[in-house]
């Protein structure tokens, strides 16, 4: 958990939280997401999660998959002249 002793810091500054963030480099709007997910679940709520989608809309069926990488291979070694 890497979020905690930044979410401190603003905290526990003087300066407002605008001003604290700037100086982090960071939006304000990330430091209110991580203050709320805090609030709601504590720090394991901050704990580093997958950025990968839990499902995917419309997946390639495992049938055409095959035929769609060649196919993409072959247009990659066309545009690359390998």
Do not use: H
């Not at 526990?12 to 203050?35: A, D, I, K």
């Not at 989608?53 to 066309?78: E, F, Q, Y």
Request: include cysteine.
């Amino acid at each position: 958990m890497r979020y905690p002793p930044r979410m401190l810091l603003v905290e526990q500054s003087r300066l407002p939280v605008r001003r604290t963030m700037e100086l982090f480099g960071l939006p304000r709007s990330t430091f209110y997401r991580w203050y709320d997910q805090y609030k709601l679940g504590g720090p394991e709520a901050l704990a580093d999660g997958s950025s990968l989608p839990g499902w995917v809309w419309n997946p390639t069926s495992a049938d055409i998959r095959p035929r769609s990488l060649t196919w993409r291979w072959r247009k990659l070694s066309c545009r690359f002249g390998n």
